[in-house]
């Protein structure tokens, strides 16, 4: 089982960009789909952005749809979600996760996660 990596994550003034990436060890996230959920205070973890572990599809939540993208390098074994647009319900923790299937967004679909990395949007 892969163990993953967050970073990129920082304090951010809404309207502005971030980059966070995944990196895997300890195996291949070639044959996953990778995707990157997010936890606010109080609420459940849910996802943001998935990809296809070719890159040939890709999946966003509505919330996001329009302001991040998710891509991967499997040759790097990672994957990267680009921010922009960033709004103060952004302000999360956000995780990355393997998924052996596509087309399902629950938590529980996802595994390995990793510990995480705060991004925090400030007005």
């Known amino acids: 089982q892969v163990q993953l990596v967050e970073s990129g994550g920082k304090l951010v003034q809404a309207g502005g960009s971030l980059n966070l990436s995944c990196v895997a060890s300890?195996?291949?996230?070639?044959?996953?789909?990778m995707g990157w959920f997010r936890q606010a205070p109080g609420k459940e973890r849910e996802i943001g952005a998935a990809?296809?572990?070719?890159?040939?599809?890709?999946y966003y939540a509505e919330s996001v749809k329009g302001r991040f993208t998710i891509s991967r390098d499997n040759a790097k074994n990672t994957v990267y979600l680009q921010m922009d647009n960033l709004k103060p319900d952004d302000t999360a923790v956000y995780f990355c996760?393997?998924?052996?299937?596509?087309?399902?967004?629950?938590?529980?679909?996802?595994?390995?996660w990793g510990q995480g990395t705060q991004v925090t949007v400030s007005s």
């Open positions: 300890g195996g291949s996230i070639t044959r996953y789909t």
């Open positions: 996760g393997t998924s052996l299937r596509w087309g399902r967004w629950s938590v529980t679909d996802f595994g390995s």
């Open positions: 990809i296809f572990w070719s890159g040939a599809a890709t």
